[in-house]
Each structure stands twice: as C-alpha cells, then as structure tokens.
C-alpha cells in the first residue's frame, strides 16, 4: 500500500521550533518531487516548500531562511524543520507528492503556535 504518514507535530511557543517527518511505504520518496503544504484555519491550502529527486530545494518567501526540508533516503523519510514559529504559522501541515498522476497526500499533522 501506498501511503504518507506525518508526524511531529504540536504545540509550541512562538519562536520555537518543531521538526515534521513525512514517513513513506509503497513509494521511494527520492524519486520524486515531494511537497509540503499547510492549511491554517479558516485558510486555503498553501505549497511552502519541495524537495526535488535530486535534493534540491524550494523554499515559499513566507518560510524561506526559518525552514528548512530535507530527506534521509536510507529511512524514506521527508523532514521539515521548523524555526522561530509565529502563532499565524497555526495550521495542519501536510506532505504530498504525485503518484501515477494521483496526487498523494498523508493525513497531516496539527502545529499550534502559541503562548
């Protein structure tokens, strides 16, 4: 079965920071390009950074310099590390990529940035 498992997420205080792990089966994550979008409340679906097969990176202006994703292709895991969280940064994160031209997402993982 093909699927995307995310995790690590939670509350946390503005300024901190929380690492998400976007765990594949079924597919080898470096071959292809792998996404991370976000869903604040109230908020349309947002791309804020990829990670191509060749482990070049993209990073949305909004996150760029505080983000930072990346792979470990012997675990087939996806991570995104994030720093210095801002409370309008609440929402469900999620990972995503395209599979047979399906798009393929994970269930998400809730990150509430509060005090």
């Known amino acids: 079965q093909v699927q995307l498992v995310e995790s690590g997420g939670g509350l946390v205080e503005p300024g901190g920071s929380l690492r998400l792990s976007c765990a594949a089966s079924?597919?080898?994550?470096?071959?292809?390009?792998m996404h991370w979008y976000r869903q604040g409340p109230g908020k349309q679906r947002e791309l804020i950074a990829n990670?191509?097969?060749?482990?070049?990176?993209y990073y949305d202006d909004s996150v760029k310099g505080r983000f930072t994703v990346s792979r470990d292709d012997v675990k087939n895991t996806m991570y995104l590390q994030m720093n210095s969280l801002k409370p309008e940064e609440t929402a469900v994160y999620y990972c995503?990529?395209?599979?047979?031209?399906?798009?393929?997402w994970g269930q998400g993982t809730q990150v509430t940035v509060s005090s």
């Open positions: 995503n990529t395209v599979y047979k031209t399906q798009d393929l």
């Open positions: 079924g597919i080898m994550l470096k071959a292809y390009t």
């Open positions: 990670i191509f097969s060749d482990g070049v990176s």
